[in-house]
Structure formats: C-alpha cells, structure tokens
C-alpha cells in the first residue's frame, strides 16, 4: 500500500505551485479549474512518484495557526534530497530567495541530517539527507 497523495489548500495557487517546481523538482499537472464551486487545483508530481495536490477555493479559511507552534494533525512534507551538502546548498538557495528558514541543517536524534523551511503558505517543509 503507498500514499497516493497528500493536498493543501493554499491562497496563492500559482505561488505555492511554482516553489514546489522550483526547488523540489516537482512536475505539475495542467491546472484543474472548476468554475461553479471556484475550486483550482494542481497535481505536483516527483521523481519518487510521490503527488502532492495544491488547492484553493475562496471559501476556504486562512488558517491562524502559530506557525512557530507545533499542533496535533498534519504538520510537515519532507523531501529527502539525498547528501548532507544538498540538504546545506537547498537549505540556504531557500532562504536566498525570500522564504524563512525556522531550522537550520543539523543532526536529530533520531538520525536525520534535516532543516526546515516554511512554503509560501506558512507549512512547514523538511529538507532530509
């Protein structure tokens, strides 16, 4: 059994999409709009077969989460980029471009070499070894 995909809703569609692209190598699909419920979405597909849904839809809520503060549910992607120093070089072309780094790469106990960036939408997204 895999994981067929995981979604977000996002305010920004197309910003949101483009760093996934960007910085994951994420291939999106054509973009799925439908005009009655106001609802668009993308499919960003990766080199491991993995998929993740972009969404949004006006009538969604923003959320108001601390993004400081850890809560119960879903809380983070991660990508295993596969050495220490692509994990460094990702890490800091991130921050570069404007997006917040609210880890920086270091060894965990549990024996991932990993940082964490936010996304364009404030979720949180683990750079791995």
Same mark, same amino acid.
């Given at each position: 059994?895999?994981?067929?995909?995981?979604?977000?809703?996002?305010?920004?569609?197309?910003?949101?999409?483009?760093?996934?692209?960007?910085?994951?190598?994420?291939?999106?699909?054509?973009?799925?709009?439908?005009?009655?419920?106001?609802?668009?979405?993308?499919?960003?597909?990766?080199?491991?077969?993995?998929?993740?849904?972009?969404?949004?839809?006006?009538?969604?809520?923003?959320?108001? $989460?601390?993004?400081?503060?850890?809560?119960? /549910? +879903?809380?983070?992607?991660?990508?295993?980029?596969?050495?220490?120093? #692509? *994990? %460094?070089?990702?890490?800091?072309?991130?921050?570069?471009?404007?997006?917040?780094?609210? $880890?920086?790469?270091?060894?965990?106990?549990? /024996? +991932?070499?990993?940082?964490?960036?936010?996304?364009?939408?404030?979720? #949180? *997204? %683990?750079?791995?070894?």
């Amino acid at each position: 059994m895999t994981i067929e995909h995981v979604a977000l809703w996002v305010q920004e569609l197309e910003k949101s999409k483009d760093f996934y692209v960007e910085f994951f190598g994420g291939k999106p699909s054509d973009k799925y709009v439908n005009t009655a419920a106001g609802f668009e979405s993308y499919f960003v597909t990766f080199d491991s077969g993995a998929r993740l849904e972009i969404m949004r839809m006006p009538s969604i809520p923003q959320d108001t $989460s601390d993004i400081e503060k850890q809560r119960t /549910g +879903y809380i983070h992607i991660a990508f295993s980029v596969g050495s220490r120093a #692509r *994990v %460094e070089e990702l890490t800091a072309r991130i921050r570069e471009s404007g997006y917040r780094v609210i $880890s920086e790469p270091r060894q965990t106990g549990d /024996g +991932y070499y990993e940082s964490c960036v936010l996304d364009p939408e404030g979720n #949180r *997204v %683990e750079i791995t070894l």
